[in-house]
């Protein structure tokens, strides 16, 4: 399983950007997918989780509200819109992915995820 994730950029605080991340194979519907971020000098940390049908998504307090995370299953692809972008969002974003069971689960700890993509950068600027 391959992930590649793409779509960050730099953008002005009170912004908006949508970064997705693409899973190779067949068994896509599989996964449950996830977005993490990580600062510079700071842990990685959890962002959003979405099930295997999309129909649970969980999110970080910290962008409850502001961030929407979804997939489409037909495409195996799954999105983080962000809006109300702040300056403490600026990190390297990273996709993961865990095959499940059950397809209502979410998971919100790194260590679920056995497969993760290279990350890609969002610098919110003030």
């Known amino acids: 399983v391959q992930l590649q994730a793409y779509g960050g950029g730099l953008v002005q605080a009170g912004g908006s950007l949508r970064v997705s991340c693409v899973v190779s194979?067949?068994?896509?519907?599989?996964?449950?997918m996830g977005w993490f971020r990580q600062a510079p000098g700071k842990e990685r940390e959890f962002v959003a989780a979405?099930?295997?049908?999309?129909?649970?998504?969980y999110y970080a307090d910290s962008v409850k509200g502001r961030f929407t995370i979804s997939r489409d299953n037909a495409k195996n692809t799954v999105y983080l819109q962000m809006n109300g972008l702040k300056p403490e969002d600026t990190a390297v974003y990273y996709c993961?992915?865990?095959?499940?069971?059950?397809?209502?689960?979410?998971?919100?700890?790194?260590?679920?995820?056995?497969?993760w993509g290279q990350g890609t950068q969002v610098t919110v600027s003030s």
């Open positions: 993961a992915a865990d095959r499940r069971l059950y397809v209502s689960a979410i998971y919100y700890e790194a260590p679920e995820y056995d497969y």
């Open positions: 194979g067949r068994t896509f519907s599989s996964y449950a």
């Open positions: 979405i099930s295997r049908n999309g129909v649970t998504t």
